[in-house]
């Protein structure tokens, strides 16, 4: 069992830079693949962001490519999602997730709570 926390969300303002944390329980965190998605109300939830197991591979959907960032700290067992250049429509709750490997981003076996993003203009 994977617990993750996401901490880091808040209000700010458009062209603004946020960055959210998500802390992970796993003895082995190598042994998951990262994700960030995204859910605005009345939106289906969004892939936006991945990081391989070993953080070398990453994947940023086109709508944050060039202003999100993904990274991950195997000392800490935390991924990391630097936003900047903030935008009205990234208001949304941010989750982050956790896979197996062979198992797909369409279903994750792992989520966190999710934290609130609001980017006002």
């Known amino acids: 069992q994977v617990q993750l926390v996401e901490s880091g969300g808040g209000l700010v303002q458009a062209g603004g830079s946020l960055r959210l944390s998500c802390a992970a329980s796993a003895r082995t965190f190598s042994d998951y693949a990262m994700g960030w998605f995204r859910q605005a109300p009345g939106k289906e939830r969004e892939f936006i962001a991945a990081?391989?197991?070993?953080?070398?591979?990453?994947y940023n959907a086109d709508s944050v490519k060039g202003r999100f960032t993904i990274s991950r700290d195997s000392a800490k067992n935390t991924v990391y999602l630097q936003m900047n250049s903030l935008k009205p429509e990234d208001t949304a709750v941010y989750y982050c997730?956790?896979?197996?490997?062979?198992?797909?981003?369409?279903?994750?076996?792992?989520w966190g709570q999710g934290t609130q993003v609001t980017v006002s203009s």
């Open positions: 997730a956790a896979r197996k490997r062979g198992s797909s981003w369409s279903s994750p076996e792992y």
């Open positions: 990081a391989s197991r070993s953080g070398v591979g990453t």
